[in-house]
C-alpha cells in the first residue's frame, strides 16, 4: 500500500514561516493524481488548505491564498507547503493526503499521520 511520510511541522511566532513536506511510497508501482495538505483545529472539521495535481493546477483555502504555496516533485513523489505570515489562527494538525492506482489498477486515497503547526501571537 501507498504510505505518506509528512515532516516540517513546529512552532513560531505569528509573522514566521515553515515548510512542510509529504514524500508518498509503496513496495509496488503506484501513480499520484491529486496531493493536498488539509488542517485540522482542536474542535474543528478537517479542512483542505491547498491543493495541487495534474500539470501543477493549484487550489487554495481563502484563508491562505497569498500567504501558503503549494508545490510537487513528481521524481520524488513528493508534496511541499511553504508558509509564510503565519496567523496564529493557522495553528492545527497539518495532514497530506495522496490518491491515484496502486499497481495500475487499485484506486488510492491516503493520509499522512500529521503534523503540528502552532504559531504564537
Known amino acids: 500500500q501507498v504510505q505518506l511520510v509528512e515532516s516540517g511541522g513546529g512552532s513560531v511566532q505569528a509573522g514566521g514561516s515553515l515548510r512542510l513536506s509529504c514524500e508518498a511510497s509503496?513496495?509496488?508501482?503506484?501513480?499520484?493524481?491529486?496531493m493536498a495538505w488539509y488542517r485540522q483545529a482542536p474542535g474543528l472539521q478537517r479542512e483542505l488548505v491547498a491543493s495541487?495535481?495534474?500539470?501543477?493546477?493549484?487550489n487554495y483555502a481563502d484563508s491562505v491564498r497569498g500567504r501558503f504555496t503549494i508545490s510537487r516533485d513528481n521524481a520524488k513523489n513528493a508534496v511541499y507547503l511553504q508558509m509564510n505570515d503565519l496567523k496564529p489562527g493557522d495553528t492545527a494538525v497539518y495532514y497530506c493526503?495522496?490518491?491515484?492506482?496502486?499497481?495500475?489498477?487499485?484506486?488510492?486515497?491516503?493520509w499522512g499521520q500529521g503534523t503540528q503547526v502552532t504559531v504564537s501571537s
Open positions: 509503496a513496495e509496488a508501482l503506484f501513480s499520484i493524481y491529486t
Open positions: 493526503n495522496a490518491d491515484g492506482h496502486y499497481e495500475g489498477v487499485r484506486y488510492y486515497n491516503k
Open positions: 495541487i495535481r495534474g500539470g501543477n493546477i493549484t
